[in-house]
Each structure stands twice: as structure tokens, then as C-alpha cells.
């Protein structure tokens, strides 16, 4: 009985304690980057064909409200991270651009008014901010500060393979299709994609149990109240001209600037965000 109970014993502890190569920072990387691959990555592709509706303007609309509540979002993200722990955050993130989609599928059914795509963007972009913000605390916890350059080239490069295979999914889906909208079956396999990527990210492992690189354990931080986070966030941005305008170039954004801006004050609020990404 005694060697049954020990033969058993190692058997459930492998099930509920993950392998030490899949709570390497590297795995946990790989795996962070498929939740960006299926929900931000598809949604860069859907977003690059004006959602597939057809109508430029709704579409715009959407983007620009994802964009504005971005920028809002992320200035309270970090609290609602630290309170509710990064992976959480990281769920709760993903689930907007799935609202999104579902908007545009049912805008393109003729079931929902344009409105209500706009608010999904707004909600999009109040969970996008929680998703990035989330985003970089596991990045930095997974990476010591010799091994990020890599975890970041890592994560980027499998991010970014998302809008490449959501344009070949986009193109072989509407292949046969001459209309401007895309078709029924586009809006749901990217649907389906990001409740995947939503899913994926109970896959991750606690950040406290991740091994980085060098051996060592990845560190956690306690939770920081939201009103101490806030007021040392506005003693740190408000007096530093030059993080001021680090918040301009944030609306450089094709969809905003074309609704509001003159063509001159467009052209220099893109080559500020273009200019931007130059390393």
C-alpha cells in the first residue's frame, strides 16, 4: 500500500505543479505572445481593413474611441493590475477586443446601429490599456535585466506574426468575395481566435512560480493602493515638459487625425508617429 500511495503521489503532483522547462521566462513568453497573437494581433488585422464593414466612417469612429479610452485607461491600468494580479488583468483585457469583433459581426448582420460599434471601441480601448499594462509587468517579470532584449524580441516577433496571418486569413476568406464588406465567416474566425487568445492566458503560469533565465525566482510586487499610484503618477508626469509630449504623440493616429485634423497638422501628427517608432 505504501509503494501504491508513492507511485501515486508524483503522478498528481505533475499535474498540479507545471513543468520546470514550461515555467522557464522564456516559455511564459512564448505563451504571452500567442494571447497577443490571437486578440491584438487579429485585431491590427481586422483594423487595417476598416473592420470589414464597409463603412469607413463607423469604422474610424471605433478606432478613434479605442484609441482615446487607451490613453485614459492606461493611466489607472497599472492599479487595477497590481490589485487584481497581472494575469487576471490580462483577461479581463483581452475580452474587450472580442466584444469588438462581435460588434462589427453583428453591425454587419444589420442587427446592432454603427453607435454601438462605437462603444464597443470605447470599451476596446478601456480593456486595451489593461492588456498592455498587464503585458509589460509579466514581461519584466519573466526577463532579468540581461535576458530582456531577448524575451522582447521574442514576444514581439510572435505578436506581430498575428496581423501577418490574419491578412492570410482575410485574403483566403474573401478570396472570392467582390463586395466592399468581408464576409460572415471573417468576423468569426477572428471571433473565434481572440476567445482563444482569452482563454490562453489561464495557461500562463503564476508569475511567482516563473524561473527566469539565470536560475533565480520571478519577483512579485504588492499591491499599491489606487490613490497613492495616482497621485506619485501625476508628481512624476506633470512636471517633466518632456513626458507631456510623449502624450501628444499617442493621438497620432490616421483614423483621429483624419476626422478632426487639417491635412497640414495631419501630415506633421503622423510624421511624429511615425517618427516615434525609430529606435
Known amino acids: 500500500q505504501q509503494r501504491c500511495g508513492a507511485l501515486v503521489r508524483p503522478r498528481i503532483h505533475l499535474l498540479i505543479m507545471p513543468p520546470t522547462r514550461y515555467r522557464t ?12 497573437f490571437c486578440v491584438p494581433g487579429m485585431w491590427n488585422s481586422i483594423t487595417s481593413m476598416a473592420g470589414g464593414l464597409g463603412d469607413a ?24 493590475c497590481t490589485s487584481l494580479g497581472a494575469r487576471a488583468t490580462l483577461f479581463l483585457g483581452s475580452l474587450g477586443y472580442s466584444v469588438y469583433v462581435a460588434s462589427l459581426l453583428l453591425y454587419h448582420l444589420g442587427v446592432v446601429p454603427s453607435a454601438l460599434v462605437v462603444a464597443a471601441g470605447a470599451l476596446n480601448g478601456v480593456c486595451a490599456g489593461l492588456l ?20 522582447f524580441g521574442v514576444f514581439w516577433v510572435v505578436f506581430n506574426l498575428g496581423a501577418v ?40 503560469a503564476p508569475p511567482g512560480r516563473v524561473v527566469r533565465a539565470d536560475g533565480s525566482a520571478a519577483p512579485t510586487q504588492p499591491p499599491i493602493p489606487l490613490r497613492a499610484e495616482l497621485v506619485a503618477r501625476q508628481q512624476s508626469l506633470l512636471p517633466d515638459r518632456r513626458a507631456e509630449c510623449l ?16 491635412d497640414r497638422k495631419r501630415v506633421i501628427e503622423r510624421l511624429l508617429a511615425e517618427g516615434k517608432t525609430l529606435k
Open 25 to 36: 521566462g522564456t516559455a511564459q513568453t512564448v505563451l504571452l505572445g500567442l494571447v497577443f
Open 57 to 80: 466612417r463607423t469604422s474610424s469612429m471605433a478606432t478613434a474611441a479605442t484609441y482615446a479610452l487607451y490613453a485614459v485607461a492606461s493611466l489607472v491600468a497599472p492599479s487595477i
Open 132 to 151: 498592455w499594462v498587464a503585458n509589460g509587468v509579466l514581461l519584466y517579470t519573466y526577463a532579468g535585466v540581461d535576458g530582456r532584449g531577448f524575451l
Open 165 to 204: 496571418v490574419g491578412g492570410v486569413l482575410s485574403f483566403a476568406e474573401n478570396f472570392e468575395h467582390t463586395g466592399a464588406k468581408a464576409s460572415t465567416s471573417t468576423f468569426a474566425t477572428f471571433l473565434s481566435l481572440m476567445v482563444l487568445g482569452a482563454l490562453l492566458t489561464f495557461a500562463l
Open 247 to 262: 502624450l501628444h504623440l499617442g493621438y497620432g493616429f490616421a483614423p483621429l487625425g483624419g476626422i478632426r485634423l487639417q
